[in-house]
């Protein structure tokens, strides 16, 4: 009998496979003429399954295998399918040419977010700008772009710039030559979590103040973020009910509710006039567009504001972080590179040692080229999803034209594209002086998306970053330790010992150690 059911069940499986097998056969037929991969399982969903070529794809595929996928695919081809079978039959078509990229960022009526995707980040706050679509996503985007205009970056520099001389004086680094951080993402991330609270909702906290708790009471806000931002996953997938078999998912549900209150709190105290009300700050500017009149198409409600505020804050301290991150990485495994950096700061600075301003950005051409192609080498996501709601033709660099059936997924490669030979030479290598080339390819760097949907918050990160840079290098060189464990490692071997990458919300390195020792 048992034997019997074993037959059944397999013959169930096969059954599936093959109708699947058949459906996926009849969407590629229906799609352009080009090369691809048919898995058994969708990588999508993070499953912890093994890198085999007929099931599926570990989280880090997209990091290992680059532009090499599309390679074997053809020199003079850079469109490839991956199509899926389970759960549900799916073809997606995966660029790593840059006109098609920015083809599919322009025509957002042509190609959306998909409904799933949507759907998925729903339980971070809806409606909010990463939920939208159409018209109700350029009315959260109007919303909250006076946050980030040129007036607002001038404080976003300063609040970079005092977070960093701050940390200066905390008892960690004052007065040490040699300062020693166990992992540079704990860092990072408390950097950037400080300048977006400070920039975005007028909480200017120092090293040596505790975070503010919520009228919740059960986290500090600070915590809240980070357990949200550890495992982002439990909150989307985990209902509440469920959450509580397991106390690391309850914690995840529980910082949510918290920053729903702190953000609650916040707007009330902005309103009452405890805080600067002529402040340009997000929330600022998110209060505005609530407080319009009820017919102007900008007017938002409170709980949009509150789900902007988690979106942005989750997604800006936390990506800006990580490639931060990557970035001090890459010097410190490059001292020839930091050097050129710190030659660029020090022909800059005053010689009483006051860091820059805002005003003197543009001085630092090289830092921000050194931010780029950290981003370039380490993209923070490997992909932008869009869906077809129509028949299209996507034109391509090679001059060739693919059509490309209603109802197809789109992923715009990030990593396929900025390690395509085509437009970047040693791709493998960190040079950040290929993005002060005149002819440098920028329409292939793709780090903040493109179109109307483009990362709103470029400018801020840029800002955060350099300035992070330029207080950090006029006082510090950044090396990796002194020890057996590093010393007896080729620099390729540093390299990619130090930058291994894992995902979390983002990519960021899993353990990189880094000393700081100060200049003399």
Excluded at 214 to 238: N, T
Excluded at 418 to 428: I, L, M, Q, T
């Amino acid at each position: 009998m048992t034997l019997h059911l074993s037959y059944v069940a397999l013959l169930a499986v096969g059954v599936f496979v093959i109708h699947r097998l058949f459906e996926v056969r009849r969407r590629l037929k229906a799609g352009p003429n080009v090369d691809g991969d048919i898995l058994l399982i969708d990588p999508d969903l993070r499953l912890p399954l093994p890198d085999w070529k007929w099931c599926s794809r570990n989280s880090s595929w997209s990091l290992t295998v680059k532009h090499s996928r599309h390679a074997a695919a053809g020199s003079d081809n850079d469109i490839v399918y991956r199509a899926v079978l389970f759960p549900f039959a799916k073809v997606t078509y995966m660029l790593a040419d840059p006109v098609a990229v920015k083809e599919v960022g322009a025509r957002r009526q042509t190609f959306h977010t998909p409904a799933e995707v949507i759907t998925l980040m729903k339980p971070f706050g809806h409606p909010s700008i990463l939920t939208s679509e159409g018209e109700l996503h350029k009315r959260q985007r109007r919303a909250i772009a006076p946050a980030f205009s040129d007036r607002n970056m001038e404080l976003v520099w300063s609040e970079a710039v005092r977070v960093v001389l701050e940390l200066f004086k905390t008892d960690d680094w004052d007065g040490r030559s040699t300062v020693m951080i166990e992992n540079i993402t704990s860092l990072t991330t408390q950097m950037t979590l400080h300048v977006i609270t400070g920039c975005g909702f007028g909480h200017e906290w120092s090293w040596k103040q505790n975070s503010m708790v919520s009228a919740g009471g059960r986290m500090r806000f600070q915590d809240a973020i980070q357990i949200l931002a550890y495992q982002p996953w439990v909150k989307l997938i985990i209902p509440r009910w469920m959450a509580w078999f397991k106390q690391s998912w309850a914690e995840v549900h529980v910082a949510f509710d918290e920053l729903q209150v702190a953000f609650g709190e916040m707007i009330a105290h902005r309103r009452s006039g405890h805080l600067r009300l002529d402040r340009q700050d997000l929330l600022s500017g998110l209060i505005a567009a609530e407080e319009r009149s009820e017919c102007d198409k900008m007017r938002i409600t409170e709980q949009e504001i509150i789900s902007n505020c988690i979106v942005l804050l989750l997604g800006g301290y936390e990506t800006s972080a990580h490639a931060l991150a990557f970035l001090l990485g890459e010097l410190a495994a490059d001292p020839e590179k930091q050097e050129k950096v710190y030659a660029e700061i020090l022909a800059n600075v005053s010689t009483d040692g006051v860091p820059p301003s805002y005003k003197d950005m543009h001085k630092f051409p090289l830092v921000l080229a050194t931010f780029h192609e950290a981003l370039r080498l380490w993209p923070i996501s490997t992909n932008f999803l869009k869906a077809t709601v129509q028949d299209t033709v996507l034109p391509t660099a090679n001059g060739r034209s693919h059509l490309i059936p209603k109802g197809s997924l789109i992923e715009q490669s990030l990593t396929a594209l900025h390690y395509n030979p085509k437009y970047w030479s040693d791709a493998e290598a960190f040079k950040p002086e290929r993005f002060l080339e005149p002819d440098c390819p920028r329409d292939a760097f793709v780090a903040f998306s493109t179109g109307p949907r483009a990362c709103i918050g470029r400018r801020f990160a840029e800002t955060e970053v350099v300035a992070f840079v330029v207080a950090l290098l006029m006082r510090y060189r950044i090396e990796v330790p002194d020890n057996p464990q590093w010393g007896t490692l080729s620099p390729q071997d540093i390299r990619k010992k130090l930058l291994d990458a894992k995902m979390g919300l983002t990519y960021y390195p899993r353990h990189a150690p880094l000393v700081f020792v100060v200049r003399t």
